[in-house]
């Protein structure tokens, strides 16, 4: 199993404390990661396909792949 990168961590922490709030959210991912929320989404998707990501984060990467699967 892969090793999540810090900026990978980081990522998801902010999806943890920010999911119910999406213009707070974007302005943290722009502030916290400098990252476009394009970038952010992008990323996030390819990240919560990762069993690193599950190890690190289930109920996270739980309530994003059920979010994607609709």
């Given at each position: 199993?892969?090793?999540?990168?810090?900026?990978?961590?980081?990522?998801?922490?902010?999806?943890?404390?920010?999911?119910?709030?999406?213009?707070?959210?974007e302005?943290?991912?722009?502030?916290?990661?400098?990252?476009?929320?394009?970038?952010?989404?992008?990323?996030?998707?390819?990240?919560?396909?990762?069993?690193?990501?599950?190890?690190y984060?289930?109920?996270?990467?739980?309530?994003?792949?059920?979010?994607?699967?609709?």
């Amino acid at each position: 199993m892969g090793e999540l990168s810090e900026r990978d961590k980081a990522i998801l922490n902010l999806e943890r404390r920010y999911w119910r709030t999406v213009a707070r959210k974007e302005a943290a991912v722009r502030t916290a990661l400098n990252l476009s929320p394009n970038a952010y989404y992008q990323t996030l998707n390819a990240l919560i396909s990762t069993e690193a990501a599950t190890a690190y984060a289930p109920m996270v990467v739980a309530r994003l792949r059920i979010f994607r699967e609709r």
